[in-house]
């Protein structure tokens, strides 16, 4: 049984950073591309970052480009979200999310998704 | 960015009463158009990807719909389980985007 856990969120002031984990059973992460979706309080849902099975391949949206960085540790099963330089809007819900095996070629959907990890930015 | 437009964007029905929910791509995004249910401190689901497949495990009174730039979602009977906000989401092109949402209410 897929589950994807999400830790790491909190309470960060503006300008500091955060990393984020999401950790997985049942699956293999260096084995999918798996993505990072966030909704901000009130709002609907956005895409943030994916990875690539090579692990090389990455992008962002972008409005976190040059200040999140999408990682993985295949040895902990984990993929990771550090987050620099964080502003207010940032402030959202964080999920991490695997994408499912017919896509476009060029992106995906997600079939499986954490339950997600809050990060509220405050000074 | 692809832009995604569901309407409506609230929408109040009653149990047994049947559901369509529109979203529209700012341009033709073929198929590539999924579906999810999501409620309040759960993880989103997945209902429909391919604009019209049905995603393993999903009650087949869901139904999607559509091709280029317009897609339905169809509920044909609401049960008191599918009470939440609806998003469809594009994956044509290397930036994936999601629609506003439509809430789901009970009337």
């Known amino acids: 049984q897929v589950q994807l856990v999400e830790s790491g969120g909190g309470v960060v002031q503006p300008g500091r950073s955060l990393r984020l984990s999401c950790a997985a059973s049942g699956l293999t992460v260096n084995n999918y591309v798996m993505h990072w979706v966030r909704q901000a309080p009130g709002k609907g849902l956005e895409w943030v970052a994916v990875i690539a099975t090579d692990g090389i391949d990455k992008m962002y949206a972008d409005s976190v480009k040059g200040r999140f960085t999408i990682s993985r540790d295949n040895s902990r099963n984990t993929l990771y979200l550090e987050m620099n330089r964080i502003r207010p809007e940032d402030a959202a819900i964080y999920y991490c999310?695997?994408?499912?095996?017919?896509?476009?070629?060029?992106?995906?959907?997600?079939?499986?998704w954490g339950q997600g990890t809050p990060v509220t930015v405050s000074s | 960015d692809i832009q995604m437009t569901q309407s409506p964007s609230t929408l109040s029905a009653s149990v047994g009463d049947r559901v369509t929910i529109t979203c529209r791509a700012s341009?033709?995004?073929?198929?590539?158009l999924a579906w999810y249910q999501h409620k309040p401190g759960v993880a989103p689901k997945l209902l429909i990807y391919?604009?019209?497949s049905l995603e393993s495990g999903v009650p087949p009174r869901f139904s999607g719909s559509g091709s280029g730039a317009e897609f339905t979602l169809t509920i044909s009977s609401l049960q008191p389980d599918d009470f939440a906000t609806y998003y469809c989401q594009q994956y044509n092109n290397y930036s994936p985007t999601f629609g506003q949402g439509t809430k789901v209410e009970i009337k």
């Open positions: 391919g604009a019209s």
């Open positions: 999310a695997r994408e499912g095996p017919h896509g476009s070629g060029r992106c995906g959907y997600f079939d499986y």
């Open positions: 341009q033709s995004i073929n198929n590539w």
